[in-house]
């Protein structure tokens, strides 16, 4: 079982950046596929980027590809999310969240979920 800790959220001008980052307890953080997801006041949650077990393979949300970056680094049990060029509908809590498999877009197909941190960007 996985437990996910998010932080670095926090309220940033249009066009400025943030990194989150992600942490997650137990031993078996490099089973699993790791992704970031967003939810707005009123709207569904939705996927954001995912990485693969090792971090060999990313895959964005169209409305984030090229501004967004996902990593992790499975010795320090962490997954980070480096974002540029942020819009003011990108406001949003983000949440990182573990599942077993790649390819997973759903959040319903993912595991276990942080708690969330607020990302707020100003225009």
């Known amino acids: 079982q996985a437990q996910l800790v998010e932080s670095g959220g926090g309220l940033v001008q249009a066009g400025g950046s943030l990194r989150l980052s992600c942490a997650a307890s137990?031993?078996?953080?490099?089973?699993?596929?790791m992704g970031w997801f967003r939810q707005a006041p009123g709207k569904e949650r939705e996927f954001v980027a995912t990485i693969t077990w090792s971090g060999g393979n990313t895959y964005y949300a169209d409305s984030v590809k090229g501004r967004f970056t996902i990593s992790r680094d499975n010795a320090k049990n962490t997954v980070d999310l480096q974002m540029n060029g942020l819009k003011p509908e990108d406001t949003a809590v983000y949440y990182c969240?573990?599942?077993?498999?790649?390819?997973?877009?759903?959040?319903?197909?993912?595991?276990?979920w942080g708690q969330g941190t607020q990302v707020t960007v100003s225009s």
């Open positions: 969240a573990a599942t077993t498999m790649w390819g997973n877009l759903r959040a319903k197909e993912y595991d276990y």
């Open positions: 137990g031993r078996t953080f490099s089973s699993y596929v």
